[in-house]
């Protein structure tokens, strides 16, 4: 079966870090850009980071830039987004997706996760 299982949401104190993961199943995820994306309550779904297939050039909104860094473990065809120093404003359901192209789109989308829960709250 094609799909992506996120984890590693969870409740974390502002200023904390999570490190989130994306497991792809039924594919190589080495063959794609994968993107990571937030949809808080009552927003529209948002892109975060993004990393290419074959370069691994990365790119962040500037909110996150330097608080989350994307990554790829392709030997065990697996994507990280690592978050650090965690606002209340980060809280949303994270979603990974498999890319056409190194994009933050949610049209370049072929394939997204079933998302995890992310809440930044004291």
């Known amino acids: 079966q094609v799909q992506l299982v996120e984890s590693g949401g969870g409740l974390v104190q502002p200023g904390g870090s999570l490190r989130l993961s994306c497991a792809a199943s039924?594919?190589?995820?080495?063959?794609?850009?994968i993107g990571w994306f937030r949809q808080a309550p009552g927003k529209e779904r948002e892109g975060v980071s993004c990393i290419g297939s074959s370069d691994d050039i990365t790119y962040s909104i500037e909110s996150v830039t330097g608080r989350f860094t994307i990554s790829r473990d392709n030997a065990k065809n697996t994507v990280y987004l690592h978050m650090n120093s965690l606002k209340p404003e980060d809280t949303a359901v994270y979603y990974c997706?498999?890319?056409?192209?190194?994009?933050?789109?949610?049209?370049?989308?072929?394939?997204w996760g079933q998302g995890t829960q992310v809440t930044v709250s004291s």
């Open positions: 039924g594919f190589t995820l080495a063959n794609y850009a």
């Open positions: 997706a498999a890319l056409f192209s190194r994009s933050l789109r949610p049209e370049d989308v072929d394939l």
